[in-house]
């Protein structure tokens, strides 16, 4: 029996182990928070295997220390087990991590004196852009074309690339990228909508690239 949460993240990150998902078991999110809450060791894995690793890929977009992301989050999963009595329910555990994790990411990093998003080149290899045109592009090994996209990422503001992210990667609606970034619904429409705009523009002049280029 685990009882150190420490060791149950190193569990839940052992390959060895035998593997447990989601949707073998089917539970809802409200039903997986509550038996957690209730002191549950394995819905305490499975919300570890599934959220940590769009949390750990969202930090990095916050901060430019990867170890401080690393540190936020595995302290941000302890100090959940330690007050797991206390925690209020929720039928959306991502939205609740998300919200959880910047809050204490955030203080970190002003701790720091270091509260801006990053906008290296290494981030973007995270890929913040799902469409058609991507993957066509992706699987063309077209070097050049991806990095003309990247730099058209590189160029939205911090908010747009965060909603970007929280849309295509992280999965979540308008309604709830508003309760993560702390702005109004149709604040998030509008920042989605221009940054599409400026990337659909480079989206198309890929695309015409590649079939162009499959013509001759």
């Given at each position: 029996?685990?009882?150190?949460?420490?060791?149950?993240?190193?569990?839940?990150?052992?390959p060895n182990r035998e593997e447990t998902s989601r949707q073998e078991v089917k539970q809802p999110d409200a039903f997986l928070w509550d038996e957690f809450r209730g002191?549950?060791?394995?819905?305490?894995?499975?919300?570890?295997?599934?959220?940590?690793?769009?949390?750990?890929?969202?930090?990095?977009?916050?901060?430019?220390?990867?170890?401080?992301?690393?540190?936020?989050l595995h302290d941000l999963f302890i100090e959940l087990w330690d007050r797991k009595q206390h925690l209020s329910a929720t039928d959306s555990i991502r939205l609740y991590?998300?919200?959880?994790?910047?809050?204490?990411?955030?203080?970190?990093?002003?701790?720091?004196?270091?509260?801006?998003?990053?906008?290296?080149?290494?981030?973007?290899?995270?890929?913040?852009?799902?469409?058609?045109?991507?993957?066509?592009?992706?699987?063309?090994?077209?070097?050049?074309?991806?990095?003309?996209?990247?730099?058209?990422?590189?160029?939205?503001?911090?908010?747009?690339?965060?909603?970007?992210?929280?849309?295509?990667?992280?999965?979540?609606?308008?309604?709830?990228?508003?309760?993560?970034?702390?702005?109004?619904?149709?604040?998030?429409?509008?920042?989605?909508?221009?940054?599409?705009?400026?990337?659909?523009?480079?989206?198309?002049?890929?695309?015409?690239?590649?079939?162009?280029?499959?013509?001759?």
């Amino acid at each position: 029996m685990v009882s150190d949460p420490l060791d149950k993240l190193i569990v839940a990150q052992d390959p060895n182990r035998e593997e447990t998902s989601r949707q073998e078991v089917k539970q809802p999110d409200a039903f997986l928070w509550d038996e957690f809450r209730g002191g549950s060791e394995k819905a305490f894995s499975l919300m570890y295997e599934e959220h940590a690793k769009i949390l750990l890929a969202y930090g990095k977009k916050l901060a430019r220390n990867p170890r401080l992301v690393e540190d936020c989050l595995h302290d941000l999963f302890i100090e959940l087990w330690d007050r797991k009595q206390h925690l209020s329910a929720t039928d959306s555990i991502r939205l609740y991590l998300l919200k959880a994790f910047k809050h204490k990411l955030l203080r970190a990093m002003a701790k720091q004196g270091k509260l801006s998003l990053t906008s290296n080149a290494e981030d973007e290899q995270l890929g913040f852009v799902f469409s058609c045109e991507w993957e066509l592009i992706h699987h063309q090994s077209l070097a050049e074309q991806e990095a003309r996209l990247k730099t058209s990422v590189a160029r939205l503001s911090e908010n747009q690339r965060e909603i970007i992210f929280l849309r295509f990667y992280s999965g979540l609606s308008y309604e709830q990228i508003g309760e993560v970034m702390g702005i109004h619904y149709q604040s998030v429409k509008n920042l989605m909508f221009r940054a599409m705009q400026t990337l659909r523009k480079q989206l198309i002049f890929l695309f015409l690239s590649i079939s162009f280029s499959a013509l001759i």
